[in-house]
């Protein structure tokens, strides 16, 4: 379990994010190649504590955990919008976003570190499905 400096600061950090995103106003055409990793050849990392909100409410039903794609999109939709981490707030495949995106990627990933640099939570940052696999492991 991470601790409240980071948890709690979530929230803020995403809210922050959703503005400057808006700003950049990049275009989204509904494709959901972003959770579709190996597909379109990306990985999604994550932070211990990004995972846990995204848990917070368990995984969907019947859901598959690999490094394919995420079980949260049923339908082309993501189903775990308002828990979702960064890295999926900022991914946009407008490729006039790119350098943006890069640059926004960079500042967000670099002020959650030192969030946990302030609380007592040892910075785990790995790709999604490490969490996913875990978290079905786990004895209940
Ligand atoms: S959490 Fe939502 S936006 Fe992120 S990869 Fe999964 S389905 Fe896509």
């Known amino acids: 379990m991470t601790d409240e400096t980071v948890r709690g600061q979530l929230p803020v950090l995403y809210e922050e ?3 400057e995103i808006a700003a950049a106003a990049p275009v989204c055409d509904l494709s959901g190649r972003c959770c579709r990793f190996r597909e ?3 990985t999604l990392f994550i932070s211990r504590p990004e995972a846990e909100l995204l848990l917070e409410e ?3 039903e019947g859901a598959v955990i690999d490094d394919a794609s995420c ?3 049923i339908g082309g939709l993501c ?4 828990r979702r981490p960064l890295g999926c707030r900022i991914y946009y495949c407008d490729p006039s976003y790119t350098e943006t995106g890069a640059r926004l990627s960079e500042r967000f990933i670099a ?3 030192e969030l946990h640099d302030e609380g007592a939570t040892p910075w785990e940052y790995r790709p999604l499905h490490h ?5 079905v492991e786990r004895p209940s």
Do not use: C, D
Not at 79 to 82: F, L, M, S, V
Not at 131 to 135: M, N, P, Q, R
């Open 71 to 73: 079980p949260f999109q």
């Open 111 to 113: 002020r959650l570190k």
């Open 131 to 135: 969490f996913l696999h875990e978290a």
């Open 79 to 82: 189903t775990a919008r308002e």
């Open 17 to 19: 994010l959703s503005r």
């Open 40 to 42: 379109y050849g990306h």
């Open 58 to 60: 368990g995984l969907p």
